[in-house]
């Protein structure tokens, strides 16, 4: 769990994806992931506890659940958002303009790559 946020990696990752793909059911983000549903079950059923997202009837399939962020989670997110960019400016700011340069070209091979 991380000091900054409360939050493990996967759940952060977990919020990140909810925020950018609302109304996922457990089964897309499993897809999304390339994990279990159970595994990520386990995931969600952690955020729901935390009252970071909710789950709401799937209006397409009545036997499905859709996962949103819920109010809290919204906030939690734009404050571990807000914490990892802060972070990441400390980080980059250690660097000199030509090593930015060399990460900025790292960071675009590995983009075009995948």
Request: no cysteine.
């Amino acid at each position: 769990m991380s000091k900054h946020t409360g939050a493990t990696p996967a759940q952060m990752t977990t919020l990140l994806a909810i925020k950018h793909h609302p109304n996922m059911t457990v089964r897309e983000l499993s897809a999304h992931f390339g994990i279990s549903k159970s595994a990520i079950t386990k995931i969600v059923d952690e955020l729901l506890a935390r009252n970071l997202v909710t789950r709401e009837p799937d209006p397409e399939d009545r036997r499905s659940v859709s996962i949103n962020l819920s109010d809290d989670g919204r906030s939690q997110f734009t404050k571990m958002k807000n914490q990892i960019n802060a972070k990441l400016a400390t980080i980059f700011a250690a660097l000199s303009d030509d090593e930015l340069e060399q990460l900025r070209g790292i960071f675009n091979k590995i983009k075009e790559s995948s």
